[in-house]
């Protein structure tokens, strides 16, 4: 039987396989940028992919203090576009 790797959504505290999930990266030049092939270089996160969970994750800052800058705007857009 084949491992399947798990995540912490950085919102709702569950852990979740990897491809329900999506990253967040700050990378070392310090944009932050979604990370849909799990393999760039910097400070990740992982967000559930829900509506709900991007909308809490906003209202939170949660993200923001995971990847200690500040996510623009364009970065939530992105997310809900994923989700729908």
Known sequence: ??????????????RLPKKELVRIVRTTSGTVELDLTG??????????KAKATIELAKKTKVLARALECEIPEEVYE?????CD
């Open 1 to 14: 039987m084949k491992k399947i790797p798990m995540r912490k959504c950085v919102v709702t505290q569950e």
């Open 39 to 48: 393999k760039l270089n910097g400070r990740g996160a992982y967000l559930q």
């Open 78 to 82: 992105e997310l809900l576009k994923i």
